[in-house]
């Protein structure tokens, strides 16, 4: 063996035996019995260590292209997560930066929520006070260039190009409906505050609340659009139609918080993992129910995910609300974000969890009360169109549909007043 291959080895040595245990641990849960007492932990064969060293060397000695150590390394630790599960992962310092600011509810940029259309980045939504509001940015717009450099379809590089440090700027070209001209924009960044909820009224007394993804504000926004429908519907609000389509999680308490707002008692969810800290329990702390036992409704596609999953399982199970669309994604674990001593994190699943009932959705997702018919529509789809949400969403029309239906038969039955809580403005 080289001295550059002992020399790898002693390097590498105690970073690999972590890295064994990770990548065999189902494994050795299986046969701890036989492998070992009670307590004690397999440790890393010589051989595999040095295979490891010897790979690198081919690399490093006979690859068509040099390749960079640090460069190298980096990548056979994102292979080494990345083969655990589709939800784990190794994060670099920028994307580990990316994921904080995206659950922090305010980050440096231009204030545009973004989707990919056919090929284009379009513009969902203007954030009220951004520079791109500021600027005449509208719903819709195409865009076509940041900076001067073409984008195409590339959703993940133009958000990441229109963020910056506040103060900066950034040229916009726009592509908008109706107009062959490029029109540019240059937008001066600030520190834009984003809402996660979005509420209006469908009819008077019915109200519709979109998710977009669970933030450490959303709790406190979904609190606040109530309050705000409650305000515009001066008789009351006879039902509500709760979107979580398209929602890909987020924070878990965040998550808890909401399904909590909608539910007097009970477990919300429960959690397994091999830590302490991976198993835990959850549950509704007995506050009421924000909307006073008004008719629910819960909108879920296969883009509904994760935490979003959660509060779906949750009031689905307590009989809280009906489900209305497709069979949701089927994400039945929590992923912890585990920063590093030399920069960057580790995004690692630490456990399952569980609806109240006990069920696990992991490959499974939760089945509708009611399910859609038709192809599967993004929730976001004719988001500029000056329709009502109500006549242009299938979806949101069975969802006001059924609230009606409940609502008459609730008026019709006999029953306890629900318990309710007041909000504070």
Not at 115 to 126: F, M, Q, R, S, Y
Request: net charge negative; charged share 20%.
């Amino acid at each position: 063996m080289s001295s550059r291959s002992r020399t790898l080895i002693a390097l590498f040595g105690g970073a690999l035996f972590g890295f064994c245990g990770a990548l065999t641990s189902g494994v050795l849960a299986e046969r701890s019995s036989e492998l070992s007492a009670p307590g004690t932990r397999a440790i890393l064969p010589w051989e595999e260590a040095s295979l490891f060293a010897e790979v690198y060397e081919r690399i490093k000695r006979d690859y068509v292209e040099d390749v960079d150590d640090h460069v190298l390394m980096e990548r056979a630790v994102r292979g080494m997560v990345a083969a655990l599960d589709p939800h784990s992962a190794y994060l670099s310092s920028q994307e580990f930066e990316e994921i904080r600011l995206s659950t922090m509810g305010s980050y440096p940029g231009v204030g545009i929520e973004v989707v990919p259309g056919d090929g284009v980045v379009k513009v969902l939504h203007i954030i009220e006070g951004s520079p791109a509001q500021n600027a005449g940015l509208k719903p819709g717009d195409e865009i076509v260039k940041i900076d001067g450099a073409d984008i195409g379809g590339d959703l993940a590089g133009a958000t990441a190009r229109m963020r910056g440090a506040s103060g900066s700027t950034v040229r916009l070209a726009i592509r908008r409906r109706g107009s062959a001209v490029l029109l540019e924009f240059t937008l001066r960044r600030a520190q834009v505050e984003v809402s996660s909820v979005a509420e209006q009224t469908l009819e008077p007394g019915y109200g519709y609340i979109r998710i977009a993804s669970f933030t450490e504000t959303t709790a406190a926004d979904v609190s606040h659009a109530i309050l705000r429908l409650k305000r515009d519907n001066k008789q009351g609000l006879k039902g509500l139609v709760l979107d979580l389509r398209d929602n890909p999680g987020g924070v878990l308490e965040a998550g808890v918080a909401v399904a909590d707002d909608f539910l007097e008692q009970g477990v919300i969810v429960s959690a397994d993992g091999r830590t302490p800290e991976a198993r835990f329990r959850m549950d509704a702390t007995h506050r009421g129910d924000l909307i006073n036992g008004a008719p629910l409704v819960v909108l879920v596609d296969g883009g509904t995910a994760s935490a979003s999953e959660i509060v779906a399982g949750a009031l689905k199970d307590h009989g809280r609300a009906l489900l209305i669309g497709r069979r949701t994604y089927g994400k039945g674990s929590v992923q912890t974000v585990m920063p590093l001593a030399h920069g960057g994190a580790l995004k690692l699943t630490t456990s399952h969890y569980f609806t109240p009932s006990g069920a696990s959705i992991q490959g499974k997702g939760i089945l509708p009360d009611i399910v859609s018919n038709g192809p599967e529509e993004s929730a976001t789809a004719d988001s500029s169109s000056l329709q009502p949400l109500a006549l242009r969403d299938p979806d949101v029309y069975t969802g006001l549909a059924t609230l009606k239906t409940r609502g008459a038969l609730a008026a019709r039955a006999a029953g306890a007043p629900a318990v309710t809580r007041d909000l504070v403005p």
